[in-house]
């Protein structure tokens, strides 16, 4: 790679691309498109979490021959939505596993008829018993899922575990669970699906990944591919919540728009949102810690399990981050990871933001606290012992060779927070106060890319291409829903070529216009997909000099009049470039051994906290994060990633509840859902240190999930330190501290008579 010692566009906060037409109100998002003859659809859902169908039934006060209807006899393909493994039915064929399933779908030319529709559909069933929880399912008592209820396991061994329990000075152990969590995005699930006889369906919609949703019309539709065509609306938001769930939505309009013979859109509520679409996997993670007598790990033997709920859509992939993040950051000698994914009746959960690694680092980090407090050492002078550095080795066995400076971020963490005269000032204060203040810190690493040889066999193609009106455009799957793929895509195109940051554009993300660059996904976009496009910019300038006398030296005006000599020659102007992996990055499938991540982000982040003794409330009063990603593209808008999610964080630590009846989201509403509101949101300071990465773009690496990862762990170890009590479990609500505050309180003593 060629290192750029000064740039002109990377590095500087530009604009965002598609900034104005958001302001001025020109974006059009699902909702605002309009098709010619457009009907409606909609979806009746399954009332049970786990049953047969005995019949369904249409009520006659309303005239069916005005709605199309559709069910699993209508699809002309495989019911199946094509993920990792094939096995969640497009619609439900004779069975449901989980409340609010899709049955059948209806569409009507009026949107207000379709509610009264859907509720005068009957179904009757014959229920089986469901199965809710990860015990439940680990007792396979009843088998709702394949043979076992397992839909993955992975074994991670370094070392030999059991021979150092014998030994050691210290044994700690430790039970941790998180909760299920919401994307809670600011645009609903949307799409429109339109047929036609001679080009096939067309597909716009809010989505991540258009080649993953056209994958499942190609299966459901039995559609050759120059039929299927999925283009990207504007996207308000997904945070993964649009990685696999548009491929459902997006199959049911098209079943819809074959069968009725009008475009249909579909267009969620925010109830039916909430109710029916994926969510963060729950998980119960146990530690079992050995340490020396310095307080050195010896060993660590984690046992990691998540609900995956009815379907196994991207529970294996999630399981395997959420192991290899197990571990944390440090050294140990030997370690030992037993994951499993369980099948439960209830909503499949899938993509989120951190994807496994919120919920692994939550366990780790308050278990290093829990080991502090009980063996009697600092709990950032037991991190310190045991960081990972140059020359370390991972769980798996992978070399730092690129510098860690974890004890560096940490170091500037507890300056910036004032962290140890705040911590001493507040145990001085809390023994006389209602309102108890702590500070927490986590210290974690997030893997940029796919896992393993993932990025391998995505084989991602991407690049350039210039249009005769004098633009270049960046040719790529990658999607813009918020975190700035268009404005960073555009300012490596418009660095590696050597033109102005407004003369490059953005293709479409239109599978009929851009190859297959891989998914929106896995802090991968900057670092893999931006490398492609810094190549392809190369590439075009060369191209130029070799065939269209473009000079070493050159003006705006002179590289678009060599690109149209270039196209006079060869018809266009392309440039594309196909993923070549680093060449020191080698992964074992079988053997769970390797370099797992090309690169990692690193960081410290510091929480201060108040726990209100009269009203059992917790509040983050202040944040800090400290984080490595490499090079910093634009740093207002990395800046912005940190800022949102802690945010997320915050709402995962002491807000955020997903609350199940009979396995349905009960509080599928935002007056109930709660998440936190500016009012919530302290001040959250962010700080960068950059170590470029030779491998990603101009030495990005990944950004978007890292500050997602820690917040949780680092505000219960400050409450931990505010109270003295170690909460072992998020979201931590104010009946979760009076349970236990109130037990701690002296008992009042009786009044004489």
């Not at 859907?118 to 015990?135: A, G, K, Q, S, W």
Request: charged share 25%; with cysteine.
């Amino acid at each position: 790679m060629t290192m750029h010692a000064k740039t002109r566009i990377v590095g500087a906060s530009v604009p965002r691309k598609e900034g104005a037409d958001k302001i001025m109100g020109r974006a059009r998002y699902v909702d605002d498109i309009e098709r010619e003859g457009m009907w409606h659809g909609a979806t009746v859902r399954s009332t049970i979490p786990r049953g047969l169908i005995r019949s369904i039934r249409y009520d006659r006060r309303i005239d069916w021959t005005e709605f199309t209807v559709v069910s699993a006899d209508d699809i002309p393909g495989q019911n199946v939505i094509q993920l990792i493994v094939a096995d969640q039915p497009c619609l439900a064929d004779g069975k449901v596993n989980h409340c609010d399933e899709a049955i059948l779908l209806l569409a009507h030319p009026d949107k207000h008829k379709l509610r009264e529709a859907v509720d005068l559909v009957r179904i009757e069933y014959d229920p089986l018993p469901p199965v809710f929880t990860i015990e439940e399912s680990e007792r396979r008592n009843p088998i709702v899922w394949g043979t076992d209820n397992l839909f993955k396991s992975f074994l991670l061994e370094k070392g030999d575990v059991d021979s150092v329990w014998d030994t050691a000075a210290h044994i700690v152990e430790g039970e941790y669970r998180t909760g299920a969590q919401e994307h809670l995005y600011i645009e609903n699930n949307g799409v429109i699906a339109e047929w036609n006889s001679e080009t096939g369906v067309t597909v716009w919609g809010s989505l991540q990944c258009p080649f993953y949703v056209h994958k499942s019309l190609l299966s459901v539709l039995d559609l050759p591919e120059d039929k299927v065509r999925v283009i990207q609306a504007e996207t308000g938001g997904a945070f993964g919540g649009k990685e696999d769930y548009p491929s459902v939505l997006a199959t049911h309009a098209a079943l819809l728009a074959l069968k009725s013979r009008h475009p249909v859109k579909m267009v969620y509520d925010r109830m039916e949102d909430l109710a029916a679409t994926t969510k963060r996997h729950p998980s119960r993670i146990r530690h079992r810690t050995a340490l020396d007598l310095d307080g050195k790990l010896l060993a660590m033997d984690i046992d990691l399990a998540t609900d995956g709920g009815a379907y196994s859509t991207l529970s294996s992939t999630v399981l395997s981050r959420a192991t290899l993040h197990s571990p944390g950051p440090y050294v140990c000698p030997n370690v030992r990871v037993r994951s499993h994914s369980w099948a439960t009746n209830t909503v499949p959960y899938g993509a989120f933001r951190g994807f496994g690694a919120p919920q692994a680092i939550f366990a780790v980090e308050r278990h290093m606290d829990e080991i502090a407090a009980t063996i009697g050492i600092d709990p950032i002078e037991l991190r310190r012992r045991n960081f990972l550095h140059d020359g370390d080795t991972t769980a798996t066995e992978q070399l730092m060779r690129d510098p860690v400076i974890l004890d560096q971020l940490l170091d500037r963490a507890l300056v910036e927070s004032d962290y140890h005269a705040k911590r001493s000032r507040f145990a001085r204060e809390n023994p006389t106060s209602p309102v108890k203040r702590g500070m927490g810190i986590s210290a974690f690493y997030h893997g940029s890319g796919f896992t393993g040889s993932g990025e391998r066999n995505l084989n991602s193609l991407a690049g350039l291409d210039v249009t005769p009106e004098g633009k270049v455009r960046v040719l790529v799957s990658s999607t813009e829903f918020g975190q700035g793929t268009n404005t960073i895509l555009t300012q490596i195109a418009a660095e590696s070529i050597g033109i102005e940051y407004d003369d490059i554009a953005m293709a479409p993300a239109d599978t009929g216009i851009v190859p297959n660059s891989g998914p929106t996904v896995a802090s991968r976009t900057s670092m893999v997909v931006g490398r492609l496009i810094e190549r392809a910019g190369l590439q075009l300038v060369n191209l130029l000099r070799e065939h269209a006398a473009l000079g070493k030296h050159f003006t705006r005006d002179e590289f678009f009049a060599a690109c149209e000599r270039y196209r006079a020659l060869n018809g266009k102007v392309e440039s594309l470039c196909r993923y070549e992996a680093p060449p020191d990055i080698f992964w074992d499938d079988q053997k769970y051994r390797g370099e797992a991540y090309p690169a990692f982000g690193w960081s410290i982040q510091v929480a201060q906290v108040a726990v209100d003794t009269l009203t059992y409330s917790a509040e983050v009063e202040e944040f800090w994060a400290v984080q490595e990603v490499g090079r910093v593209l634009n740093p207002v808008l990395a800046g912005g990633q940190i800022e949102g999610g802690v945010a997320q964080g915050i709402g995962y630590a002491l807000y955020e509840k997903v609350l199940l009846q009979n396995g349905h989201m009960a509080n599928n509403q935002m007056t109930n859902y709660i998440m936190p509101t500016a009012e919530d949101v302290p001040p959250i300071h962010v700080f960068f240190e950059q170590i470029p990465f030779q491998h990603g773009a101009y030495g990005a690496k990944g950004i978007g999930e890292l500050p997602h990862d820690g917040p949780a762990p680092a505000i219960l170890n400050a409450i931990r330190d505010a109270t003295g009590i170690g909460f072992r479990a998020i979201p931590l609500l104010p009946e979760d501290l009076f349970a236990e505050l109130a037990a701690q309180l002296p008992a009042e003593e009786p009044s004489a008579v």
